[in-house]
């Protein structure tokens, strides 16, 4: 009893451990090694699910729909500039240039093809080889000089990719926050007591206990002041509150 009072004492988990299990005094290695971890990242949360989790393929591809939005949002908002632009005429520009000069000088490689001596299999590949000399490699060519142009902006629209993943991030915590906590729960079942079960967007009669939701007339994320005001709630159906989703309609 004596030995198991003398040992040191974590101050983060609170537990007694043998003196070699410590990385310092009052810290245990386990502890530091959860200080170490680093912090999650929110567009590879985005893009690689939990591989401990079970596969959904719905989810799954639920998350990939999610990416591809968010990228073409942030190509939206990343201008292009005019290297950009020259970038994306680059393959077509060496091509062309490429065929102008075999035109100009009257492809002298595909001469030899005009002498009959030559077996159809020397014929079919000597086109061949040609036909990849004028087409094959300027592609090759365009496609590496439109990467190393169009560099800058890939990392411009990365960076703005991840940006606008932390905001989602962001803004999922918060709306799981907000929509778990007890004040929002209150409020909501005394809207659903005083109204009556029929959606005020599209006036049917909502049946089933699992489409009847409450809805901010002025969306939550751009008026945060009225999250909580009972004249700001009304109740939809689950499809109106879906489609309605966090855009302020015409008519309100």
Request: aromatic share 8%; glycine share 4%.
């Amino acid at each position: 009893m004596s030995n198991h009072r003398t040992l040191p004492i974590c101050r983060e988990c609170g537990r007694r451990k043998p003196s070699n299990y410590f990385i310092s005094e009052t810290l245990c290695k386990k502890c530091a090694a959860k200080r170490r971890a680093p912090e999650p990242n929110p567009l590879r949360a985005l893009s690689h699910p939990d591989p401990t989790l079970k596969p959904n393929t719905e989810s799954v591809t639920a998350t990939e729909r999610v990416v591809k939005r968010l990228r073409r949002q942030a190509e939206h908002e990343v201008p292009r500039t005019p290297r950009d632009h020259l970038a994306a005429l680059t393959p077509f520009t060496i091509v062309a240039t490429f065929w102008a000069i075999g035109f100009l000088y009257g492809f002298p490689s595909l001469r030899l093809l005009r002498d009959q001596s030559l077996h159809w299999t020397l014929e079919g590949a000597y086109f061949v080889f040609w036909m990849w000399w004028y087409t094959g490699i300027p592609v090759l060519i365009g496609l590496w000089v439109q990467s190393v142009l169009s560099r800058p902006r890939s990392k411009k629209v990365a960076r703005r990719l991840y940006e606008i993943a932390v905001q989602r991030a962001k803004a999922l915590s918060d709306a799981m926050a907000f929509y778990t906590s007890a004040e929002w729960n209150v409020l909501r079942k005394l809207v659903l007591a005083e109204a009556s079960r029929e959606c005020e967007a599209c006036g049917k009669l909502i049946r089933r206990k699992s489409d009847l939701t409450v809805d901010h007339v002025l969306p939550r994320g751009k008026y945060p002041h009225l999250a909580l005001e009972r004249s700001n709630m009304r109740v939809l159906c689950r499809s109106c509150n879906s489609r309605k989703g966090d855009r302020l309609l015409s008519n309100t």
